[in-house]
Nanobody
């Protein structure tokens, strides 16, 4: 059974940092793209960042460039999202997902985690 399990969310003040983790199990994603998306209340789910599991490629939404960093640890089968200089607008449920090819489109991602809540206080 394929599982993507997010963790690391929480409540932090504006300007703070959080690191989200996505632990992957059940199959190999060595040829996949791992992405992070977020969904604020009443809004659509939007792309945040993505990384090729085998390395050499990353992509970021303009709103997080320079503040967020996506990375992966192959030995731990875990993808991370380091979030710095957080803003109240970053408040959302953050989801980890996997896609077979490079894409920022929601529909390209086959596997999803359950999400982790990130709340930034002003």
């Amino acid at each position: 059974q394929v599982q993507l399990v997010e963790s690391g969310g929480g409540l932090v003040p504006a300007g703070g940092s959080l690191r989200l983790s996505c632990a992957v199990s059940g199959r190999s994603f060595s040829n996949y793209i791992m992405g992070w998306f977020r969904q604020a209340p009443g809004q659509e789910r939007n792309f945040v960042a993505a990384i090729r599991w085998s390395g050499g490629w990353t992509s970021y939404a303009d709103s997080v460039k320079g503040r967020f960093t996506i990375s992966r640890d192959n030995a731990k089968n875990t993808v991370y999202l380091q979030m710095n200089s957080l803003k109240p607008d970053d408040t959302a449920v953050y989801y980890c997902a996997a896609a077979p090819s490079h894409s920022s489109a929601l529909t390209a991602y086959d596997y999803w985690g359950q999400g982790t809540q990130v709340t930034i206080s002003s």
